[in-house]
C-alpha cells in the first residue's frame, strides 16, 4: 500500500521562484490537506479539500494555492517562494462522512528550503 | 476556538521507566482528542484516540491516553518505556461542535535513555 506520496522530499528555492509540492493518495480519501511544520510550532493546517473541486483556508494559506481536480491529488502551490516559506511540508488525508473517525494519514514530507 | 498545549518541550525517562507526555486542551463543545509519534524525517503516525466512552484509551506500541473532562487532559502515558519510543509525540483536538480541523500542539520530545 503506497497510502500518501510526497514529491520532492527534499527542495532548495531562490526567493520568488514558483513550485508546486505534489501529493497523491490511493486511499480514496476524500479530504487531503497541507500542513507546514515549524520548530516549537506544531503543525499549522494551509489548506484543505473535503472533496474533489472544493478547497478552503487553513489556519496560514497566505502565499500557497491549492487545487482538487481529482479525488487521488492535491497539489500545493508557492507562487513567489519568500525564506518564510522554508519549512517542512506534510500532505495528510482521510475519510469523510459517516466512516470518519478522525485520524490522518500523514506523507513523509517535503523538507522546502528557500535562499 | 479550539486549541491544545503540550507544556514540556522535551521530557527525558529512563528505559523500563514509567513515560507520561502532558496534554491539555480547550474546546467549546464536545473534544475528539489523537495522539501521533513522528520518527526523525518521517510523516506523524496516528497513536491512538478518544472520541466517546472509556476515559482509557489504548492505543499502538504499549501507548496508553486518559481523557479527563474536569482537568481538559489527555495525557499520554506507557507502563515502561523502550529506547526505540524516542520521538516527537504531538497531540491533536477537534471540537465536535465548531471545527471540521484538527488543530495541534507544539510537540513534546521524548528521550528514553539506556
Known amino acids: 500500500n503506497a497510502g500518501v506520496t510526497q514529491t520532492p522530499k527534499f527542495q532548495v528555492l531562490k526567493t520568488g521562484q514558483s513550485m508546486t509540492l505534489q501529493c497523491a493518495q490511493d486511499?480514496?480519501?476524500?479530504?487531503m490537506s497541507w500542513y507546514r511544520q515549524d520548530p516549537g510550532m506544531g503543525l499549522r493546517l494551509i489548506h484543505y479539500?473535503?472533496?474533489?473541486?472544493?478547497?478552503d483556508q487553513g489556519e496560514v494559506p497566505n502565499g500557497y494555492n491549492v487545487s482538487r481536480s481529482t479525488t487521488e491529488d492535491f497539489p500545493l502551490r508557492l507562487l513567489s517562494a519568500a525564506p518564510s516559506q522554508t519549512s517542512v511540508y506534510f500532505c495528510?488525508?482521510?475519510?469523510?462522512?459517516?466512516?470518519?473517525?478522525?485520524?490522518?494519514?500523514f506523507g513523509e514530507g517535503s523538507r522546502l528550503t528557500v535562499l | 476556538a479550539q486549541s491544545v498545549a503540550q507544556p514540556e518541550d522535551q521530557v527525558n525517562v529512563a528505559e523500563g521507566n514509567p513515560l507520561t507526555v502532558k496534554c491539555t486542551y480547550s474546546?467549546?463543545?464536545?473534544?475528539?482528542l489523537f495522539w501521533y509519534v513522528q520518527y526523525p524525517n518521517r510523516g506523524l503516525q496516528f497513536l491512538l484516540k478518544?472520541?466517546?466512552?472509556?476515559?482509557l484509551v489504548k492505543g499502538s506500541y504499549g501507548f496508553e491516553a486518559e481523557f479527563n473532562k474536569s482537568q481538559t487532559s489527555f495525557h499520554l502515558k506507557k507502563p515502561s518505556a523502550l529506547v526505540s519510543d524516542s520521538a516527537l509525540y504531538f497531540c491533536?483536538?477537534?471540537?465536535?461542535?465548531?471545527?471540521?480541523?484538527?488543530?495541534f500542539g507544539s510537540g513534546t520530545q521524548l528521550t528514553v535513555l539506556p
Open positions: 495528510a488525508s482521510k475519510l469523510q462522512g459517516a466512516l470518519n473517525t478522525g485520524e490522518l494519514f
Open positions: 479539500s473535503v472533496g474533489a473541486g472544493i478547497t
Open positions: 474546546v467549546s463543545g464536545n473534544p475528539y
Open positions: 478518544y472520541i466517546t466512552g472509556d476515559n
Open positions: 486511499m480514496n480519501h476524500e479530504y
Open positions: 491533536a483536538v477537534r471540537d465536535t461542535g465548531s471545527a471540521r480541523q484538527l488543530t
